[in-house]
């Protein structure tokens, strides 16, 4: 017992302390345990194994695709408009959202489907994330007691009734007890939030940007002034050439920037896939596709004649005239003087051929160069906007001895959403969440999560699989996985036993009252080092035991320990959601006890009168 009860302590002391990254010190804990032979290592892996933990594996490429897509962001946009720019009513609405999610979808699920849009949110307003993730934790903890299925401690305190012959809870029995906690929770969240989480200087990470983006790269160099869309019929005389045999260059001094094929779904129109094809020389032209080529209006129109191609209006809504950057992008890159490729023209250089990549404008001397560059000479200092795909673009960072390129493309092309499978990614939302709220639909939440997981990669809603694995926080699944057998631990050595003697002993014999505020805060307490779930199972018989020694009804302490359990916010690893958002937010351990303590003890004060008045003693 000792040597558990140490190891706890020292690990907590690390946690408060924060000079070592949790995960280290909750992997350093488990394996303390298996050393001293408390755990084997069975025991001490369970955690890794969890449905909790692969749930949340899963949530997080969810929440990844969400971003990814853009559908985070036209979910708060629209949500912005009733907002406006008030810190305040973003604050409620969030916590409004919240808590209408959270009490039909697991906590951990709604926090990690949030934790972008609310990002997203907050960018847009200027507004500090770490403002709204912490209280956006708490708040799907607090809607979690609105229904039997909102987190597993309700679970679990009705099958402990269900088991001791007494009748089950029905799925709406919690609603009152969450509707009072979601109300007192996001009073009491609205000045704690804004005295202790508004840091200045924390947005400068996640939204400062050395670089100019590239919508203001095409808008600079003019590009868009003199884009030009056509459209390749199936009588064009384009049809099964390749673009080297046209030469437009040389013959028209036009430049094709882009080659764009779109393909839909006859049978479901929200499959759409934009097909973004850099202008090689060896690229064969296809009917339906769209040709972005940059160059005077006039010789466009004698060069579509000729082939006869389709100029397509600046109304057309089947495609956009602005450039998009699915799988292509621009960037600069800035000639150095020792550079072999001073003195060279484009043409001699060889871009295309060499390094794959299309120069499509000059800046010289704060002076822009866009008409005739085949043939223009590269002076030392000048800039070259490039087009290319996003690998070859990067590519172009290894000639460190002739050129620089201003910015990092790879970065730049994981912030570019592919926004035409936002559909896509909201249906996929929808299924899953539709089946974690309707029983009759016989699939496990954990394999919901899973499926919706494997379909977010398997429809494109990611470029590849590598940027799905880069949305998991593995700090987050570490920590948890790790900490969840530190229960078992406590369980075997009879700490767990001992506190629960002791209150039985100290409190069984007082008013009903005392002994559901002891119930309720030794839940409270023991959740702050192990994890809810465990917490809520330990603590249920005990709270039965007692509640039918005393001769009261058991409904009132089992709701105090699900309630203990669920409402721990003054640890970051108590429960799932408060793990979620400790990276996102930037917080420290201090963090969650200067705003979630005082709301941790301020709920359960009120919880423990509240409690007899809806279910009686």
């Known amino acids: 017992m000792i040597e558990t009860i140490v190891v706890l302590f020292i690990s907590v002391a690390f946690f408060i302390s924060g000079k070592l990254r949790s995960d280290i010190v ?90 972008p849009i609310v990002v997203s949110m907050a960018m847009s307003v200027k507004m500090n994330p770490g403002r709204l993730l912490m209280p956006l ?196 890159i800035v000639v150095m003087s020792s550079s072999s490729v001073v003195n060279k023209t484009i043409r001699e250089v060889e871009f295309r051929s060499k390094y794959n990549v299309s120069v499509l404008g000059i800046c010289r001397k704060n002076k822009y160069i866009l008409q005739g560059i085949v043939d223009e000479t590269i002076h030392t200092g000048d800039v070259l906007l490039v087009q290319g795909t996003w690998n070859n673009i990067a590519n172009l960072e290894k000639e460190t001895s002739e050129w620089i390129v201003v910015g990092r493309p790879l970065e730049e092309a994981a912030k570019v959403t592919l926004d035409y499978k936002a559909p896509v990614a909201a249906v996929i939302m929808l299924g899953m969440v539709a089946v974690m709220v309707f029983d009759f639909i016989p699939v496990a939440p954990v394999t919901a999560v899973l499926i919706a997981a494997l379909l977010m990669v398997l429809t494109g809603c990611f470029r590849n699989v590598e940027a799905a694995y880069k949305t998991i926080n593995w700090e987050s699944i570490v920590l948890i996985a790790a900490m969840m057998p530190m229960s078992v631990a406590l369980q075997k050595t009879g700490v767990s036993a001992w506190i629960s003697n002791a209150l039985v002993s100290s409190l069984g014999g007082y008013s009903p009252l005392l002994l559901l505020a002891g119930v309720y805060f030794t839940t409270s307490f023991m959740t702050m080092f192990i994890s809810n779930t465990a917490t809520a199972v330990l603590m249920a018989p005990i709270a039965m035991t007692s509640a039918v020694q005393i001769g009261v009804s058991p409904v009132p302490m089992l709701f105090a320990v699900t309630l ?33 303590l005082p709301l941790q003890i301020i709920l359960g004060i009120v919880m423990i009168l509240v409690l007899p008045l809806l279910f009686p003693f």
Do not use: W
């Open 137 to 332: 934790a708490f708040a799907s903890s607090m809607s979690g007691m609105m229904t039997l299925i909102g987190t597993p401690p309700n679970l679990v305190i009705n099958e402990e009734l269900l088991s001791n012959g007494y009748e089950g809870l029905g799925f709406f029995t919690f609603l009152p007890v969450g509707l009072i906690c979601a109300a007192v929770g996001t009073l009491l969240l609205l000045p704690l939030s804004k005295k202790f989480l508004s840091k200045p200087g924390a947005l400068s990470g996640a939204s400062a940007s050395s670089g100019k983006s590239l919508k203001s790269l095409v808008k600079e160099y003019g590009i868009s002034s003199n884009l030009h869309r056509l459209q390749v019929n199936a009588g064009s005389l384009v049809v099964g050439k390749m673009i080297g045999e046209l030469d437009i260059r040389k013959n028209y001094s036009l430049n094709i920037i882009e080659v764009r094929h779109i393909e839909r779904n006859q049978r479901n129109p929200l499959s759409k896939s934009v097909v973004q094809q850099a202008a090689d020389s060896d690229t064969v032209l296809r009917a339906d596709d769209i040709l972005y080529i940059s160059g005077s209006e006039a010789i466009v129109k004698v060069f579509a004649e000729k082939y006869k191609l389709e100029i397509l209006p600046d109304n057309d809504n089947s495609t956009s005239k602005a450039l998009d950057f699915y799988d292509i992008g621009v960037a600069e």
């Open 564 to 596: 203990g359990a669920s409402l721990c916010f003054a640890s970051p690893f108590s429960t799932p959601p408060n793990a979620l958002v400790m990276p996102a937010g930037q917080y420290k351990f201090s963090d969650y006890v200067k705003v979630g």
């Open 26 to 115: 909750a992997l350093c804990a488990l394996v303390t345990l298996m050393l001293l032979g408390i755990l084997t290592p069975e025991e001490a892996l369970s955690g890794f194994s969890s449905n909790v933990i692969i749930m949340m594996v899963g949530l997080f490429v969810v929440g990844g695709a969400i971003f990814q897509t853009g559908l985070a962001k036209m979910i708060s946009s629209r949500l912005m408009k009733l907002a406006g720019t008030s810190e305040t009513r973003l604050f409620v609405l969030v916590m409004l959202v919240t808590s209408l999610m959270g009490a039909f979808v697991s906590n951990t699920g709604t926090v990690a489907i949030m934790i």
